[in-house]
C-alpha cells in the first residue's frame, strides 16, 4: 500500500460544479496538510495548508481534514475553467521531516 | 521579485553525459529540495539541504549530487550514474510555519535523454 494515494482521474466536470478532491493516506502521524495545485509543464504552487482535523475555507476552496479516517479532501466551489490543473496533496508529521507527496489528480474545467 | 528560479526550462542530454541544474531563491529560506516528478507518481525527493554546508540523501539519491555553497543556491548535478534520467525536476524551498515546512516550489526543469 502507497503511503498516501489519490485517484488519478482525469476528473472532468462543467463549469459551475462543485469539485471534490481526495487523498487517502496510511500513516497516522501525519498532521499538516497541504494542497498544491500544477498547471502543465509548471512547478506547483500552494493552495492550502491545515493542521490537525478540521475544516479550512479560502475563497472558492476548502480544506477538509479527517484524521481518523485518515482521509482529506480539497473541495472547489463554482469551478471554472481556470481551474484545469493536476491537484496534489502532501503530508508530514512534523517540522524537519519531509514531505510525502500524492500522485495528483487531474482535473478539467469543461466551458 | 521574491520566488525560486530555475534553469534551464528544458535540457537536453547524450548518454554518458553529467549536467547540471540550477535552482536559485531569494526568499531567505534556509531549507532547499530537488525533487523528481514522473507521470503517475508523486513527487519523489532526492536531496535536502537544512542549512549551507549541508545536505541529506532523500529517497532516490542515487546517480545525484548535489552542493549548498550559498543560502540562495542549490544546484542539482545529474551524473551519467542515473540510469533513468527523462523527468520533469522541481526545487523547492521552504520556511518554517506553525511547527512545519511550507514548502514553495520553482518552475521546473525537463530533462531528457537523448
Known amino acids: 500500500q502507497k503511503e498516501v494515494e489519490q485517484d488519478p482521474g482525469p476528473l472532468s466536470v462543467p463549469e459551475g460544479a462543485i469539485v471534490s478532491l481526495n487523498c487517502t493516506y496510511s500513516?497516522?502521524?501525519?498532521?499538516?496538510f497541504m494542497w498544491y495545485r500544477q498547471y502543465s509543464r509548471k512547478g506547483p504552487e500552494l493552495l492550502m495548508y491545515?493542521?490537525?482535523?478540521g475544516n479550512k475555507e479560502d475563497g472558492r476552496f476548502t480544506a477538509q481534514v479527517d484524521k481518523s479516517s485518515k482521509y482529506i479532501s480539497l473541495f472547489i466551489r463554482d469551478s471554472q475553467p481556470s481551474d484545469s490543473a493536476t491537484y496534489l496533496c502532501?503530508?508530514?508529521?512534523?517540522?524537519?521531516?519531509?514531505?510525502?507527496f500524492g500522485p495528483g489528480t487531474r482535473l478539467s474545467v469543461l466551458p | 521579485d521574491g520566488g525560486i528560479t530555475q534553469s534551464p526550462k528544458y535540457l537536453f542530454r547524450k548518454e554518458g553525459q553529467n549536467v547540471t541544474l540550477s535552482c536559485e531563491q531569494n526568499l531567505n529560506h534556509d531549507a532547499m529540495y530537488w525533487y523528481r516528478q514522473d507521470p503517475g507518481q508523486g513527487l519523489r525527493l532526492i536531496y535536502y539541504?537544512?542549512?549551507?554546508?549541508?545536505?541529506q540523501k532523500g529517497d532516490i539519491a542515487e546517480g545525484y549530487s548535489v552542493s549548498r555553497e550559498k543560502k540562495e543556491s542549490f544546484p542539482l548535478t545529474v551524473t551519467s550514474a542515473q540510469k533513468n534520467p527523462t523527468a520533469f525536476y522541481l526545487c523547492?524551498?521552504?520556511?518554517?510555519?506553525?511547527?512545519?515546512?511550507?514548502?514553495?516550489f520553482g518552475p521546473g526543469t525537463r530533462l531528457t535523454v537523448l
Open positions: 523547492a524551498s521552504s520556511i518554517e510555519d506553525r511547527g512545519a515546512d511550507t514548502q514553495y
Open positions: 502532501a503530508m508530514t508529521a512534523f517540522y524537519g521531516q519531509n514531505f510525502v
Open positions: 539541504s537544512q542549512i549551507v554546508n549541508d545536505f
Open positions: 491545515t493542521y490537525s482535523s
Open positions: 500513516n497516522s502521524a501525519f498532521q499538516y
